[in-house]
């Protein structure tokens, strides 16, 4: 009969260990610091604002008209004295116009319908007061305990990141 050698797989040392548990740290930092780098950016959206209870705001008597490429000067000038509205300034990021009436009930609201089914304007709306919330909107946000610990898991309070503290400071940089 022929003696069985038995091996055994050494038992790690304990910097194996250690060096295991920082890399897994690091990958627990790394993920809760992409988390605080992209949470920002699922900030309320058009479809989230219309479902708030807050009323929509905007500033009296001003409208935002786009109208379509190529549409002349005279064509737009014309456009506003029919919407009973005067040029107020250019928003050429956006290439839309502020257009101002003396009061609310002066804008020809049929007339911008017109103007809208016969493709003259892309869109006319009011100029609508919007903020920016540093506290994403997503429903999971409070699950996140590491990012803003409220205790909402029988955890400790504040044993965080401080994130929506830290977005109160800043959000990033383009410069980055």
């Known amino acids: ?63 935002i ?25 250019s928003l050429d990021s956006i290439g839309a116009q502020i257009v101002e009436t003396r009061d609310d009930t002066e804008f020809n609201d049929s007339f911008a319908k017109q103007l809208l089914s016969e493709g003259k304007v892309e869109y006319v709306e009011p100029n609508y007061i919007v903020e920016a919330l540093a506290t994403p909107n997503d429903a999971r946000f409070g699950d996140l305990w ?9 955890g400790t309070e504040n044993v965080d990141i401080d994130a929506p503290e830290a977005w ?3 959000t990033g940089s383009t410069d980055i």
Request: proline share 4%; hydrophobic share 40%; aromatic share 4%.
């Open 1 to 63: 009969m022929r003696a069985v050698q038995e091996t055994r797989e050494p038992s790690p040392s304990l910097l194996q260990l250690l060096t295991s548990v920082v890399t897994a740290a690091g990958a627990v930092s790394a993920c809760a610091l992409l988390i605080v780098a992209i949470a920002p950016l699922m900030i309320d959206d058009a479809a989230a604002a219309t479902k708030r209870s807050k009323p929509v705001r905007a500033v009296r008597g001003e409208y």
């Open 146 to 154: 590491g990012l803003h610990n409220t205790g909402q898991s029988g």
């Open 65 to 89: 008209v786009k109208f379509r490429d190529g549409s002349t000067a005279t064509t737009r000038a014309k456009a506003r004295r029919s919407l009973g509205v005067t040029f107020s300034r």
């Open 168 to 170: 109160e400071l800043g």
